[in-house]
């Protein structure tokens, strides 16, 4: 049975895929996102992951599409180069899934998770610094300033704390390791929500910089989209959401305040770059959610591309914590 995606349905409604038109599936996993776009029009579509483990679900599309599909394996906030290396400018549309796939969840040995023993490791690539890099290089200021806005953690500094007196006795090198430690600096109580899960997010958004290439890939959208391309998100988790609602919201020349749900209020500046369909996200249907809960907290906003240039300016992620780039130098 082939793995089916979060608001499918939902995701080729904004989409719209059509005869001869051009998409990017900047989150390619295990291709369902992508094999519904081939399959709803005579569409050609680029999938890109960075994720060395989706090349078998590539090649298979790649065998059953033929010239219609191209594979790149590249973050989804380098697709302005990944098109222009394949010789492309613009493109119709484009679908982003943001956040860590069910897959990736389910292999032990990938480290994404507390409730499946293994390494300690949350990368999405095989490049770069692990968790288990942070959580035994990094400073405790810096560990609970990750916890705090990337986790959400109110609590981040006593797990900090913990972390920081637990690596004395040995690095801490597995994800169950791990998880007792921030449970015990929690009280060790369960709720329905473990106490590692918020830190255990935090972590995988940094080791991947998770927000940074989001940031990336929308600007990389406003360059890349023709007049009238669309651009579909789906996110699962608020600091995303709220970057993709700033980033259109703010291209469609709305300013954070002022105004009414009548007369929005507008700001001087660049021509839209983007418009609206609806200020609302679309949520997953209670059928859908009934047999796969990880779809209860995905939110799906479109934006579709003006004909004004992209602005000049960057989106930004929110929430400032050490860089990435520093704790690759302490390695």
């Known amino acids: ?18 005869d001869g038109a051009l998409y990017i599936d900047g989150t390619f996993g295990a291709g369902g996102y992508s094999r519904g776009i081939l399959s709803a029009a005579e569409t050609r579509l680029i999938g890109i992951d960075r994720d060395p483990s989706v090349l078998p679900a590539a090649d298979q599309l790649t065998r059953a599409a033929g010239k219609r599909f191209a594979f790149v394996q590249a973050a989804f906030g380098d697709m302005e180069n ?9 493109v119709d549309g484009i679908v982003l899934d943001i956040g860590v796939s069910s897959m990736q969840i389910d292999q032990a040995e990938r480290g994404f998770s507390f409730m499946r023993a293994g390494p300690l490791d949350m990368r999405m ?3 770069g610094p692990t968790a288990a890099d942070a959580v035994n290089r990094l400073g405790e200021a810096d560990l609970a ?4 806005v990337y986790g959400e953690e109110r609590k981040s500094r006593r797990v900090a704390k913990f972390i920081v007196e637990a690596r004395k006795d040995s690095p801490i090198e597995t994800t169950d390791r791990l998880a007792e430690i921030i449970s015990n600096s929690l009280g060790g109580k369960h709720s329905k929500i473990h106490p590692a899960t918020k830190s255990f997010q935090a972590l995988r958004i940094f080791v991947n910089d998770e927000l940074g290439e989001l940031a990336k890939a929308l600007s990389a959208a406003e360059k890349l989209l023709s007049p009238l391309g669309r651009l579909v998100v789906v996110t699962f988790h608020s600091l995303e959401d709220r970057m993709v609602k700033t980033f259109l919201r703010s291209r469609c020349g709305m300013s954070g305040g002022g105004g009414s749900r009548h007369v929005p209020a507008v700001e001087a500046g660049p021509a839209p770059s983007f418009r609206l ?8 249907g209670a059928a859908e959610t009934d047999v796969n809960p990880r779809a209860r907290s995905a ?3 479109l934006g579709v591309r003006t004909e004004a240039e992209a602005w000049s300016d960057k989106p930004q992620h929110p929430g400032h914590v050490v860089s990435l780039d520093r704790l690759e130098m302490m390695l």
């Not at 089916?4 to 059509?18: G, Y």
């Not at 369909?277 to 997953?284: G, P």
Request: hydrophobic fraction near 45%; aromatic fraction near 6%.
């Open 1 to 18: 049975m082939s793995h089916v995606p979060v608001m499918l349905d939902e995701v080729l409604h904004a989409l719209e895929p059509r």
């Open 82 to 90: 990944v098109v222009k290396e394949l010789g492309g400018e613009f």
């Open 125 to 127: 690539s095989d490049k």
């Open 145 to 148: 300033d990750i916890f705090y």
């Open 277 to 284: 369909l609806s200020r609302k996200a679309v949520v997953a």
């Open 299 to 301: 939110k799906l906003r």
